[in-house]
């Protein structure tokens, strides 16, 4: 009997200026597909966008069409410049609107008095979605359909993954195996690794030169859900190996 391997895929988006300009180097998408992995979820595609409501907007649906789920970090604080909440319930055409279990959460945090304007932003859901909790600043993220809105700062991003566990239906766990060459280069595999590509259609194979003064070669790692054909093509690999490095 075969087992059928259920592939489910996300994809993530990244928000903020910041990000674009180089000021803040991203860590969140690492986190992200790490979370994902043991869950049976691959991260399918991920980018980085602007803080463009029409960007923002458009992506949010296209990749919710397109994935099984998606993450967007950034842009749900309380500055003039954190649009990502409007965005979603403009991707789905929700109403948007001060929410009471949101503002629960955030007196949590700050007194009566501190609760300002900016700060009440941050109770702003998407009619309809479900507040994802946040312990460490309370500001809570949340879920739209399959759109999980997370915080950009990644501290903050790691606690709220914490509520999402639950959520997810997951699929095929991937896997990975990996075989290193010394003494050849890239080019010298290239043509029989397309090969060992061709005949498993399931399995992605990279390769991945390294240099240093005194030695150069290739890492291939192929990745795929079931163990049994990456055991087959570690086979291949290593004697693919074996035949570029004979004499």
């Given amino acids: 009997m075969t087992t059928v391997l259920t592939k489910v895929t996300a ?10 300009s180089g000021r803040t180097q991203d860590t969140n998408l690492a986190t992200i597909a790490d979370f994902l992995a043991p869950l049976g979820v691959s991260v399918g595609e991920a980018r980085i966008l602007p803080d463009d ?22 842009g749900i604080g309380p500055t003039h410049d954190d649009i990502t909440a409007d965005c979603i319930a403009a991707a789905f ?10 503002l629960a959460s955030l007196r949590e945090r700050y007194a009566e008095g501190e609760l300002n304007a900016a700060r009440r932003r941050m109770a702003r859901i998407p009619d309809g979605a479900s507040l994802i909790a946040n312990p460490v600043s309370q500001a809570p993220g949340f879920q739209t359909r399959n759109v999980f809105t997370l915080a950009g700062v990644p501290q903050i991003m790691r606690g709220m993954l914490a509520d999402i566990g639950h959520r997810i239906e997951g699929g095929a766990r991937t896997h990975q195996i990996s075989v290193t060459c010394e003494g050849i280069g890239e080019g010298d595999a290239a043509e029989p690794l ?36 990456l055991a087959r093509v570690k086979a291949d690999l290593e004697r693919l190996v074996a035949r570029l490095t004979d004499g």
């Fill in 11 to 20: 994809g993530v988006l990244l928000i903020g200026d910041e990000l674009l």
């Fill in 53 to 74: 409501a029409a960007i923002i907007t458009r992506t949010v649906r296209d990749f919710s069409d397109r994935f099984d789920y998606v993450f967007t970090t950034g």
């Fill in 93 to 102: 055409d929700l109403t948007i609107a001060e929410r009471a279990d949101a």
């Fill in 194 to 229: 397309a090969g060992i590509e061709a005949s498993y259609p399931d399995i992605s194979i990279g390769s991945y030169p390294f240099f240093n003064d005194a030695l150069r070669g290739v890492t291939f790692v192929a990745r795929g859900p079931d163990q049994e054909q």
